[in-house]
């Protein structure tokens, strides 16, 4: 047993009696602390019988994933109001995980290892192990100042998902990660709010905001900066214009000098230039523009990759890399009165566009639906996920719910999701034109999409024959694997194109309180040529002759000491 030294004996003893007499004192003030709870049981009867845990999907090696069990959340929010310009909130919760009824209170397995370390499958890993263990942990705390004065409105301090910026540059925090976010925010208008302004600086992530996943060792001074201007003179024009820095540094290693305290050096930046506007002439038309360019850079000296093979994980390219996105829409509110109006939109985004703090979920940049993710992955079942033996990730007929969700990012977060929720895809690289008309007529509703892709990432041999193929800048995941990957955007080898055409009917029935009839064909043709080029090719012409002779494996390069035979081999002789 540790001994407590008295100094510390007395410090606790005066701390509690500050405790204790702090209700009075509060009894007689002003300030009002407020107490609501949330439960939240789910109940899983699937037919996969997976019960590896209480959410769907997960592409984490060692993590549990299911459809059946059940189990309960619950969850505690104060708030309290010190004063009239002082408002604070805050959030504890128990998360279910893997916490099933039948673990018992977290008692399942009381032999499942240390804590944290290892798989956790099915609530296996113990009492004290938080990803089955029944515990409560502090989720967040937000303090909301409105000091009055003229150059600020409010100011944030702590917990925010930043919902107030722009998907392509500083999105909002999916909603189970809501309170994990934390910075400080400052929020003004002048002109009868035709100014407005939103500055934030967000702690950056350390477990995905940065190459490799990571924001190196020294994490604790890394931030990434936004500013968003906003000016609105008339109702028929809006003007806006947003800036995002993302800053990782590490301790200078080279600086023995410590009578001035340590030099930093730069691991990752990113800069994100952003104007968006509106032209609102009359309620018949309305037509939106934004326009994006972005630039960031990893120090490979710092633990970045300095390249990648053809199964890298990054959520950023390695090195130097630059791009610019583009998108317009115009809508046509029933132009000719006849009840059908037309939404177009062009886009095009870059092949190394790069925000890191860009929304990974839950948002829709595109007006496309995209792809459906009842069929995301590879076969008819989606039986399976990663090309990698220790990663059998399954989700199984059905999928997600619903079409796609598309991310102006490859950091895409699908994980730990829901049985109802739908799939998020990378759009980066795509490029192309969405005709969407809806014409109502009646108790009738029709709307039609087409939408056609082309993409910036067609190309051969990285789109830069100078170097190896297993020296490529691009992070491609899940490898050559072909079809259904939500956060692949490169190949080495690609060329593809995509068409969704979708066909919507909605009748409304007008029995009792009415009831919505809806109807949805959904058609997509996606065609990927890949190596077609023969300069390309692994092996010389010839080089398999047939009839039961082996093939030579006589290399072609398709620059010099390059070839794709490094990852492409010849066909084995198959007799029978």
Known sequence: MRHLKPGLIWAAAGA??????????????????????????????????????????????????????????????????PSKKVEVNGRLKARFSQNFWTNFGGFGNPDGGEPGSGDCIGGDCGEFDPRSAQYVKFRGLTVTLTPGYKWVDTVTIGSNDFGMFDPFTVGKIRYIDRDNGSGLLFQGSAADRKFTYDFVRISLPRLWAGPNFSTGEFTTADAAYALQTGFRPSSKFD????????????????????????????????????????????SKIDIRGAAYSSSADSDPTLNTPASFGTAGFSPVP???????????????????????????????????????????????????EGHDGSWVFPGPGNASFGVFGGNPSRIGIGGFQGNAQQVATI?????????????????????????????????????????????????????????????????????DAGVGSFRNAYAPFQDKATTFLVLKANYFLDVGRGVDLFGKLKFIDETDKRLNDARFLPYQAGDCPGGGVACANNVNEYSPGFSSADIYGNPPVITV
């Open 411 to 479: 950091n895409v977060d699908n994980e730990f999701t829901d049985f109802e929720e739908p799939l998020a895809e990378t759009v980066i690289g795509w490029k192309g034109i969405t005709i969407v008309p809806k014409w109502s007529v009646g108790d009738w509703d029709f709307s039609l999409e087409y939408t056609d892709v082309d993409y910036n990432t067609n190309w051969q041999a990285w789109g830069d024959p100078s170097r190896g193929l297993n020296d490529s800048p691009y992070p491609n995941a899940e490898s």
């Open 318 to 368: 390695a090195g130097a890399v630059d791009d610019e996105t583009y998108k317009l829409n115009i809508d046509l509110n029933d132009p000719f009165g006849v009840g059908l109006s037309f939404n177009v939109e062009f886009f095009d985004i870059g092949a190394e566009y790069v925000s890191m703090m860009a929304a990974r979920r839950e948002s829709d940049v595109l007006l496309t």
């Open 239 to 282: 003007f806006s214009f947003i800036y995002e820095y993302v800053n990782d540094i590490e301790v200078d290693a080279n600086d023995f000098n410590l009578d001035d305290g340590r030099d930093v050096r730069t691991r990752f930046r990113n800069d994100v230039f952003g104007v968006k506007f509106g032209i609102h002439p009359s």
């Open 16 to 81: 509690l009696a500050v405790l204790l007499a702090a209700p009075p004192a509060l009894a007689q003030g002003s300030q009002k602390l407020t107490l609501t709870g949330i439960n939240y049981t789910k109940w899983l009867w699937g037919t996969q019988r997976l019960d590896g845990s209480l959410y769907n999907f997960t592409t984490i090696p060692g993590e549990g994933y299911g459809d059946n069990g059940q189990g309960t959340e619950f969850e505690i929010l104060v708030n309290s109001k």
